[in-house]
Structures are given as structure tokens and as C-alpha cells.
């Protein structure tokens, strides 16, 4: 199972950028997906989560209005929508995938099975 994380870069402040995360060798359809981040010195956390077929998700509070998770299961991708970005966004960012992940584990790092290598997201101010 391979998961590809793509998208990440340089953005002023205020500005906009769209992760991508392709997976491969397994049947993307059946696994939930999330994007966690960290950001240097920082433990890994929380960012977006989206059930098998997209009818679920879940935001950290300081991402709500700014970022948006969606899936196209034909493409087996996962995307994340980042606008308004801000220095603080500076981090990297992993996509990974669990099967019928809880409730009670959406937001944890251990209710995934499959990680991603991580794409650098770095916002100047």
C-alpha cells in the first residue's frame, strides 16, 4: 500500500494551496482518509477527515471555514483545500487511511493504518 501525498509548497499569507494524496494498492473506496500535520518541534495533529464515500467529515477548530477535505474514489485521491492560510499552517502534512475507523479514533493518530510520506506546506508572512 503506498499513499503519495502531493501539493505542498510556498504561499504568502492569505494565500491558497491544494494537497493531494493518491493511493495506491488498496481499494481506496473502502477506507476512510484523514490529513494530520506537524509542524517543526510540534507532535503530529489533527487536521480533516472524510468517510469512505465522502458522506462524513470532520475538521479541527482551527481549520473550519479554511480548509476543505473531499475524495474522488475513481482517482483513488484524497484532496485537501487550504485558503486564508497563515504562518501557523507551516507544517508538514501527511494523508493516511484507515478501514471503518470509530468515531472515537477519527482524530487520532493510531486509527489509521496507512501513512503517506508528507508534503511541506510553509507559509511566509
Known amino acids: 500500500v503506498q499513499l503519495q501525498a502531493s501539493g505542498g509548497g510556498l504561499v504568502q499569507a492569505g494565500g491558497s494551496l491544494r494537497l493531494s494524496c493518491t493511493a495506491s494498492g488498496v481499494t481506496f473506496a473502502r477506507y476512510d482518509m484523514v490529513w494530520f500535520r506537524q509542524a517543526p518541534g510540534k507532535e503530529r495533529e489533527f487536521v480533516a477527515f472524510?468517510?469512505?464515500?465522502?458522506?462524513?467529515?470532520l475538521y479541527a477548530d482551527a481549520m473550519k471555514g479554511r480548509f476543505t477535505i473531499s475524495r474522488d474514489n475513481a482517482k483513488n485521491t484524497v484532496y485537501l483545500q487550504m485558503n486564508s492560510l497563515k504562518p501557523e499552517d507551516t507544517a508538514v502534512y501527511y494523508c493516511a487511511a484507515g478501514f471503518l475507523v470509530p468515531v472515537t479514533l477519527r482524530r487520532e493518530i493510531h486509527g489509521y493504518t496507512y501513512w503517506g510520506q508528507g508534503t511541506l506546506v510553509t507559509v511566509s508572512s
Open positions: 472524510i468517510s469512505r464515500n465522502g458522506g462524513s467529515t
